[in-house]
């Protein structure tokens, strides 16, 4: 068979594609480099060019996620089309993955280390543009704040970590009242003098 040349992002990219597919069904600890290669029919040494371990897809796997989810709220961050209050809650309610077999790869029993890196870096990540809509709520006096960066890491850390399926599997009408209860919490973290116009929080 006549070997087919790529070019190494492209090859990169069909690396990285096999390998969530194969974490996906087995999990990351049970694929071996073998299993990828087979399933591509490659040679280990085009997978060894591109990722020196199987550690390294891990790594491009998380910044990949993290990229996506961080571009959004930085997107949403700076947009001058949305008060401080619009965003807030676009950010804690309106935020998923475009791709939607990534919850499916994220919550395999396997995958939790990589579920937890994710989920931190996401919430590092995000805590400076959370801080900058924050400090516009403030500013548009609609937020009363003392504790900027602690306010932004508590918010975020407990919309990933609490509404998370993968870590609470929370029936839907104990969900709902969760939700709701999370924004009355966030609106009197933020000085209570607001509340959150769109009450329908089963968007995520």
């Known amino acids: 068979m006549k070997r087919v040349n790529k070019k190494p992002e492209i090859r990169r990219h069909e690396i990285i594609e096999t390998s969530l597919e194969l974490?996906?069904?087995?999990?990351?600890?049970?694929?071996?480099?073998?299993?990828?290669?087979?399933?591509?029919?490659?040679?280990?040494?085009?997978?060894?060019?591109?990722?020196?371990?199987?550690?390294?897809?891990?790594?491009?796997?998380?910044?990949?996620?993290?990229?996506?989810?961080?571009?959004?709220?930085?997107?949403?961050?700076?947009?001058?089309?949305?008060?401080?209050?619009?965003k807030l809650y676009a950010i804690l309610w309106r935020q998923s993955y475009d791709d939607e077999s990534i919850i499916e790869f994220l919550h395999h029993e396997y995958n939790a280390s990589i579920h937890q890196k994710v989920l931190v870096q996401i919430v590092q990540e995000s805590v400076p543009y959370v801080i900058q809509i924050?400090?516009?709520?403030?500013?548009?006096?609609?937020?009363?704040?003392?504790?900027?960066?602690?306010?932004?890491?508590?918010?975020?850390?407990?919309?990933?970590?609490m509404f998370d399926t993968g870590i609470f599997s929370w029936q839907e009408n104990t969900l709902d009242q969760k939700k709701l209860a999370f924004n009355r919490i966030v609106e009197r973290m933020l000085g209570n003098s607001f509340t959150f116009s769109n009450p329908n929080t089963s968007e995520k």
């Open 134 to 161: 924050l400090e516009q709520g403030v500013s548009e006096e609609i937020f009363q704040i003392q504790d900027l960066q602690e306010t932004a890491e508590f918010i975020l850390v407990g919309v990933n970590i």
């Open 23 to 86: 974490f996906r069904e087995k999990g990351y600890d049970q694929t071996a480099v073998s299993d990828i290669v087979k399933k591509m029919g490659i040679a280990q040494g085009t997978f060894f060019y591109h990722f020196k371990t199987k550690k390294d897809i891990m790594i491009a796997i998380v910044e990949r996620l993290v990229d996506e989810k961080i571009t959004k709220i930085k997107a949403l961050a700076e947009t001058e089309e949305m008060n401080a209050e619009a």
